[in-house]
């Protein structure tokens, strides 16, 4: 019972720490299988590329989606805040009436780490005193009630203005700024469901360009997050499928998460070092660079970085949400758009470069996105000018991986096809080649690492003292990507030719349904086989319950009775009492390749895999274990983002480390 409460208070937090212990000294870079034969793809077909852009609306969607859906639907709209960050730094209360019976302080929110704050010291209200950084934290007491507020604003140092005329580019003007808005699980398809104004007005206003054909380059936030931002493979990508060299990572085993993150090679640092001012904002406490529990960035990752004000809203969350939450018509997203637009106001004519990445609004329900609309249009209508004559790139990281839309049958294309809209200065549509380029290029199959070579392009092509020229491709063979602002290299597109997993690929292939038959349960053999097998090369199959053709072991039988409620939740996927095959499709050119779709128990886990069948037996034609179904917290104790899709945890696992530590 008492590890049962000490779950419900923790929670993943605890499970998370305990798997470190049990993992100590683990590390998983590549997903390896011991002692199995794989048959690869060497078919004529994957050496071309079919590009088709997915239904917005069919009838399959249009049951699934709730275009009506809004959070705040029934909240207080009549609230108001009792103090204020002026534009001076300086807190005020804003009607003094109301807050006459309130004793009110303020104090400094600083960075610390990615999970810790620096504090200031309280100063009481009024005051005033100035507050010379980004976040300040407000309490105000009146007996038992609180009042708990973050407000923020971008602070200046004043020593650090200078005359604009330093930021010259080449074409003689200021170096043009570059915003980069990224909504996370929007794919391109649900970014014509769901914004359909804010698509409208930066097409009409700004000229911006749809690019529909962007692959992710890995399955959530973190690789493709890292191709972008960093040019870097964070994992390494199979292609000894294709009969290739596997496109090696660019870190020693769990490197990226367990060593700090190299600032330099990060994209908004490379526009630092040629002049322009900084920011980064994400809506969540564990961003891009530090989930689930990696160290994320040592110092600040750019001129201004609002960390401080999600540490404190996410680790306190109830004394926050009582005021800044949803029953006040607050959501995460509005407090970046907030720091976004003083962000822009505070360096006005100066050459600026921000991320901004709402990872809330739709990861978990693509349904959350609808309401959105209107706020996102009217922050780019409030500040049309600023993005009218700056490079803006409204993107996501991949499609929805959750929610219902992984419950149509365009489900597995859509999670690997985010949205990507591309705008340039007004001053460049016409007097460079670069708008031209952009739709030439709109009809190809492009990366993440191709949106990378773009950022790096603009930051070094306007910084140059002569003009430049984007009537010719610019061949960088430190780069894994081509800038999309120019022609790209006369080469075949592929997902062989490009940095694209296989189980990722866009490029469409015709597929014939196939009968399935008693001998199809070699498949599922395989299947199992394998995901036991990459568990054990890992060195993490203690942790993980056996995957087995048939589940015969009785129900509940490794979780106690005393905890039933913090068991692993259920997948989405179909649960049987045996594992089988719940689809499987013939690809057309082929010489026998399918695609099958293995249901597995304990866990009810659907996975993608494609077979070779070859004289009436079947192979695996690579190690690479696609899964399609959400699943929940089941492998919440695998601390490796990795193998989470994999395992279905053991209660050991859970509370192993907690028994060992209550009996020493």
């Known amino acids: 019972i008492a590890l049962c409460l000490l779950f419900d208070i923790f929670g993943s937090n605890l499970i998370n720490v305990m798997s470190e212990l049990l993992l100590h000294g683990k590390n998983v870079n590549r997903l390896t299988l011991s002692n199995m034969k794989f048959e690869g793809i060497k078919d ?20 699934r989606l709730k275009p009506d859906q809004n959070p705040l639907k029934e909240c207080n709209r009549d609230f108001k805040p009792l103090t204020e960050l002026d534009g001076n730094g300086r807190v005020n209360l804003i009607n003094p009436e109301s807050s006459a019976n309130y004793e009110c302080k303020a104090r400094a929110l600083i960075f610390k780490t990615e999970y810790r704050n620096a504090h200031g010291y309280w100063h009481k209200l009024p005051s005033d005193f100035v507050f010379e950084n980004d976040i300040v934290e407000v309490e105000c007491m009146h007996g038992r009630e609180e009042y708990h507020y973050l407000h923020s604003q971008i602070w200046r ?39 359909p104004q804010t698509l409208d007005f930066i097409k009409r206003k700004f000229d911006a360009e749809e690019m529909p054909f962007l692959n992710k380059v890995g399955d959530n936030s973190r690789p ?77 990752p750019a001129t201004h970085y609002s960390r401080p004000f999600q540490t404190a809203y996410d680790t306190s969350e109830e004394r926050f949400t009582e005021t800044q939450g949803r029953k006040n018509c607050f959501l995460p997203f509005h407090f970046i758009n907030e720091y976004l637009e ?13 991320l901004t990445w709402a990872a809330r609004l739709a990861h978990d329900d693509p349904n ?18 600023e993005f009218d004559n700056s490079f803006v790139f409204f993107m996501g990281d991949h499609g929805p991986r959750f929610g219902p839309l992984m419950r149509t049958s365009t ?24 708008l031209g380029n952009l739709r030439r290029n709109s009809r190809e199959l492009l990366t ?10 603009i930051a070094e092509t306007f910084s140059l003292p002569s003009s430049p020229n984007f009537d010719e491709a610019v061949r960088k063979p430190e780069l894994k990507g081509s800038s999309l602002l120019r022609p790209l290299p006369a080469s075949v597109r592929n997902c062989k030719t490009l940095p694209i997993p296989f189980p990722y690929c866009i490029c469409r292939v015709d597929k014939v349904p196939v009968k399935i038959e008693p001998r199809h349960l070699e498949i599922v053999h395989l299947v199992t086989r394998a995901i036991n097998a990459l568990l054990k ?8 319950e056996v995957v087995n053709p048939k589940n015969d072991r009785p129900q509940d039988a490794t979780w106690p009775a005393i905890c039933p409620h913090v068991r692993p939740q259920d997948a989405t996927g179909p649960t049987t009492s045996d594992s089988r095959v719940t689809s499987l499709e013939r690809v057309v050119g082929t010489s026998g390749l399918l695609d099958a779709k293995v249901a597995v128990e304990p866990s009810g886990g659907v996975y993608q895999v494609y077979i070779r069948e070859q004289n009436g037996s079947f192979f695996l034609v690579s190690p690479e274990l696609r899964r399609l179904d959400t699943y929940g917290t089941q492998g919440a104790c695998m601390p490796k983002n990795e193998l989470k899709p994999l395992c279905y945890c053991k209660y050991k696992a859970y509370f192993g480390s907690i028994l060992n530590l209550l009996n020493p």
């Not at 564990?286 to 990696?294: E, H, I, L, M, Q």
């Not at 993440?448 to 392009?457: G, L, N, R, S």
């Not at 090369?537 to 993980?544: E, I, N, V």
Request: proline share 4%; with cysteine; hydrophobic share 35%.
């Open 342 to 354: 003083s962000f822009i106001r505070a360096y006005p004519g100066e050459p600026k470069a921000s």
């Open 368 to 385: 959350d996105a609808f309401h959105a609309d209107t706020d996102l249009r009217n922050l780019f209508e409030r500040h049309q000018e």
């Open 411 to 434: 489900a597995n294309w859509e999670t690997s096809n985010p949205m990507l809209m591309v705008s340039i200065p007004r001053r460049l549509r016409k007097s460079t080649a670069i």
């Open 448 to 457: 993440h690492f191709d949106v990378h070579a773009t950022f790096i392009d």
């Open 157 to 195: 140092n004043q020593k650090d203005k200078k005359n604009v005329s330093d930021d010259k580019s080449t074409l003689g003007e200021a170096k043009p700024s570059v915003y980069i808005y990224l909504v996370d699980s929007v794919s391109h398809a649900h970014a014509k469901r769901a914004f």
């Open 44 to 63: 004529a077909i994957f050496d071309r590329c079919r590009l088709e852009e997915i239904p917005v609306w069919n009838d399959e969607i249009r049951q």
């Open 224 to 300: 493709n997050g890292f191709a972008f931002l960093t040019g870097k493979v964070m994992t390494p990508i199979y292609h000894e499928i294709f009969g290739l060299p596997n496109i090696e990572a660019d870190f020693n085993g769990r490197q990226y998460c367990d060593d700090y993150m190299n600032a330099s090679s990060f994209v908004l640092k490379d526009f630092e070092k040629v002049g322009y001012k900084t920011m980064m904002t994400e809506d969540w406490n564990v961003g891009v660079f530090s989930y689930p529990d990696c160290y994320g960035f040592e110092n600040l």
């Open 537 to 544: 090369d890992a060195g993490s199959a203690h942790m993980c």
